[in-house]
T-cell receptor, first 111, second 113 residues
Framework: DADVTQTPRNRITKTGKRIMLECSQT?????MYWYRQDPGLGLRLIYY???????NKGEISDGYSVSRQAQAKFSLSLESAIPNQTALYFC??????????FGSGTRLTVV | AQSVTQLDSQVPVFEEAPVELRCNYS??????LFWYVQYPNQGLQLLLK??????LVKGINGFEAEFNKSQTSFHLRKPSVHISDTAEYFC???????????FGTGTRLQVFP
């Protein structure tokens, strides 16, 4: 099994729908992150969590929310999806300033 | 605030040629530096990192990078590339003790036979 698992791998949804992207990890790391990747823009931080009771906004949190259900689980929600949220979403974990472990990504298309 | 600039969005190169992917950063305080690789349809994988110590850092797959504090650069190099090195490469920086990575916009390396 992968260290960081993201579900679903691909999703097409309609404008205005609520959607949840899930991330689970077996690394035992306390720190978890959600990024989105857009062509030419690199990866941008949406939310991050340093432990179960600690949730922080990143640089592009508007339109998103998160839930840290357990040390191993960190979900990203789009309350009302819009087309410019079409992107590749990555979850990552970290044990400190030594680099992240990334999931394989969720490709989300909002039509 | 810190930022990362990857000067080339695409780098085409022939197999067995050397390659350098450029990365410059901006920060008023000490940083940690990273290079990640993303193969098609995959997540990001850590290539190498600079935390402290020797400024020449060796990573996986024959890549290396040199931290140059005066030039605020962290360029990635490989003396002889393979077709399998075709991928997107991301430079990233984090402030010490913050553990939040700021990524560059990526450089697409395409290796031709």
């Amino acid at each position: 099994d992968a260290d960081v698992t993201q579900t679903p791998r691909n999703r097409i949804t309609k404008t205005g729908k609520r959607i949840m992207l899930e991330c689970s990890q077996t690394k035992g790391h306390d720190r978890m992150y959600w990024y989105r990747q857009d062509p030419g823009l690199g990866l941008r931080l949406i939310y991050y969590s340093f432990d179960v009771k600690d949730i922080n906004k990143g640089e592009i949190s508007d339109g998103y929310s998160v839930s840290r259900q357990a040390q191993a689980k960190f979900s990203l929600s789009l309350e009302s999806a819009i087309p410019n949220q079409t992107a590749l979403y990555f979850c990552a974990t970290s044990a400190g300033n030594y680099g992240y472990t990334f999931g394989s990504g969720t490709r989300l298309t909002v039509v | 605030a810190q930022s990362v600039t990857q000067l080339d969005s695409q780098v085409p190169v022939f197999e067995e040629a050397p390659v350098e992917l450029r990365c410059n950063y901006s920060s008023s305080v000490s940083v940690y530096l990273f290079w990640y690789v993303q193969y098609p349809n995959q997540g990001l994988q850590l290539l190498l990192k600079y935390l402290s110590g020797s400024t020449l850092v060796k990573g996986i797959n024959g890549f290396e990078a040199e931290f140059n504090k005066s030039q605020t650069s962290f360029h990635l190099r490989k003396p002889s590339v393979h077709i399998s090195d075709t991928a997107e490469y991301f430079c990233a920086v984090s402030l010490q003790y913050t553990d939040k990575l700021i990524f560059g916009t990526g450089t697409r390396l395409q290796v031709f036979p």
